[in-house]
């Protein structure tokens, strides 16, 4: 043995020697080896061996061969690395002697609740049973947080590695919880209020995803301006307090008016609603007009009547509206007279998506308008008793004014219990993109507050109805609220097919211009023939508008010029879609 250590001290104090030759006196490299590898792959030592700047038929120099030991440790595979030169025919073999890093013997992970050990094992390069890597390590710390972030766990941090001369490997993960909710701004509104539309509780792990879920719960309830949220630390080491601040909206309104008309003579109204009673989240309205024809509406909606979280909604009504319909370029007026109410239960069915069971009992006619001729086929009315079913998937991110998600729902009416006796089925897909969002300025910055971005939103609706409706309950397709360009309810039918499409430009906070191209067309049964079109025939709008943002919602300006040469006017309040 000690006659090998000596031939082994010699061989490196001449490769030693070798390497410190002067300029003129280097040994000319013939082949460049690794000795003491076992595990590392071959194709690993051949990549290695291409990156060296040391190369074969070139001299070995000192400063060289030491770069390429550093890059050789770099590569994480090892342990230690030396070098040497030993004699061969022609020149001199340049030998790496490498000691290779432990072999991974176990994997373990420290800290983890939310996310299992098979999932995270999943998301690593490392494995057992190969040559531990600290580079690979390191990059598999930041798969754990990617991870973590692809399921909203984005402040979830890896705050070490632990390796052991034995090649056990543990990854100590930080999983910050919540230690409290606070709420701010809510001057009318009840807390509970805003407490039951939050999906986390403390003691979670923080989740934007889940923090982002609540938001837009808090913002569909349409009692809110602004909605935000601020993450602080808590009182103990590892926690947080997520503080939920509300700017609340005007949610009451009441209005009179008196006016006097060739046809009715003296009319008024009376409006009251509030969408937030007493604080509540609970929404009612009434509306009372009085005149030569007096009508009134009254609905009620509690979003939470047990524990489940199903909604209640009750309409009572008895109004007349002035309406209109063209038969051969003619237009008529006409009232349309509905009378009973609905009542409609909802409860979350799937995340994002409620379902609805609405039952309505109504008698609805059209009715002779004082002095306007109108065509007999319009005056035809009848009893609708109907079950209604239907389903929302609504992941968009604002009530008020989206700018991505979508918002999907299909239904199906049945009416045959006493009088009219028809089945109606619908769909309707919304989308919304984020196609341009300037930068804030330093205020806005500063008060976290994120601009209005350019939206392109589009709707696709499709409808068709079984059996003998009544005329007013056919698809009514034209004006402000489906196919612009084009007067109020022009294309009566049992189908329809609609596509709207608008781009949204914000102009300030309160102001935003609208371009907008509607296609489609309502079509097929009784009243089709004389009203409307028999078959299908693309009909469309385009043009220009403005909304106009105000506490009772949006108001809308359009101007439309439609493709049989005509323009209109519409009006509208509250979102197209």
Known sequence: MKQTGFLLLILTLLGTLALAQAPEGQPIIREIIFRGTQRVDAAVLDALRERLKSKVNEPAVRETVQA?????????????????????????????????????????????????????????????????????????????????????????????????????????????KISEIRIEGNRKTREYVIRRELTFAPGAVYNEFVIRESLQNLDRLGIFQEVSR??????????????????????GLASIGVGHSNIQGIIGFVDVADTNLFGTGQRISARVQFGADSSYSLSYTNPHIDAKR??????????????????????????????????????????????????????????????????????????VRSVAVSNIRDTRNSFANPSGGSYTSTGIEYAGFGGANFTKYSAEVRRYWNVRQRKPTETEEKAGKVPTPWVVASRLSVGSIAGAPPFLDQFLVGGADTLRGFPEDRFPGENMLMLNNELRIPVTDSLQVVGFADIGDAWGGDFARQFGDTSFKLHTGYGLGIRIITPIGPLRLDYGFGSDGGNEFHFGVGPTF
């Open 68 to 176: 390429d030991v550093d890059t050789i440790l770099e590569s994480g595979w090892f342990l230690r690395v030396d070098a040497r030169t030993e004699t061969m025919d022609g020149g001199a073999r340049l030998v790496f002697l490498v000691v290779e890093n432990p072999v991974i013997t176990e994997i373990n992970f420290v800290g983890n609740t939310v996310l299992s050990d098979e999932k995270l094992l999943a998301a690593l390069q490392s494995k057992v049973g190969m040559v531990l890597n600290r580079p690979m390590v390191t990059e598999d710390a930041l798969r754990i947080r990617r991870a973590y972030a692809e399921q909203g766990y984005v402040l979830v941090d890896v705050v070490d590695i632990g390796i052991s001369p034995e090649g056990k490997l543990d990854f100590v993960i930080f999983e910050p």
């Open 230 to 251: 601020v993450v602080e630390p808590g009182d103990q080491p590892g926690t947080l307090i997520v503080t939920i601040r509300v700017v609340e909206r005007r949610t």
């Open 310 to 383: 199903t909604s209640f909604t009750m309409n009572v009504y008895d109004r007349t509206i002035l309406r209109q319909a063209v038969q051969a370029n003619q237009t008529f007026l006409y009232n349309e007279e509905r009378s009973g109410g609905n009542v409609t239960f909802g409860r979350p069915t799937a995340k994002f998506t409620r379902t609805y069971l609405t039952l309505r009992n109504d008698r609805v006619r059209a009715a002779q308008e004082d002095n306007n001729p109108v065509p007999p086929a319009l005056l035809t009315g009848a009893d």
